[in-house]
């Protein structure tokens, strides 16, 4: 959320940067698209994030652009702001790699998001 939200707004018709995929967000994060996959399903099915397909910079054709919702904006705006206040001075720069992003990230404490249809 924090990365999408991190590349701002993007108006319905705008080219989109590849940073609102699943192959950018899985760059950004250092997550496998596989595992990506379900937690951009389980962040849709709560209304923090939606998709659809559209143009996007370096791309042969349309693909799936996700964008937060209002409710997605305030949820990273709020997780902004803890990571600022609270989170190890790790987290404010980039992760070197995928092991650096799961260590830092096991001081927190995990909040289920309920998955699709339940």
Do not use: C, W
């Not at 399903?41 to 910079?57: I, P, Q, Y």
């Not at 997605?72 to 404010?92: F, H, I, Q, Y």
């Amino acid at each position: 959320m924090l990365h999408l939200y991190s590349l701002g707004r993007i108006g319905p018709d705008e080219v989109a940067d590849v940073g609102f995929t699943q192959k950018g967000i899985a760059r950004a994060t250092g997550l496998r698209q596989s595992s990506l996959t379900n937690v951009l399903a389980r962040l849709r099915a709560t209304g923090a994030l939606e998709v659809d397909r559209r143009h996007v910079s370096g791309e042969p054709r349309r693909i799936n652009v996700y964008r937060l919702t209002a409710l997605g904006e305030a949820v990273a705006r709020d997780l902004r702001k803890r990571t600022r206040t609270s989170a190890p001075a790790s987290l404010a720069r980039p992760y070197p790699d995928e092991a650096g992003a799961t260590r830092d990230l096991e001081e927190f404490e995990v909040v289920p998001i309920p998955r699709p249809g339940k």
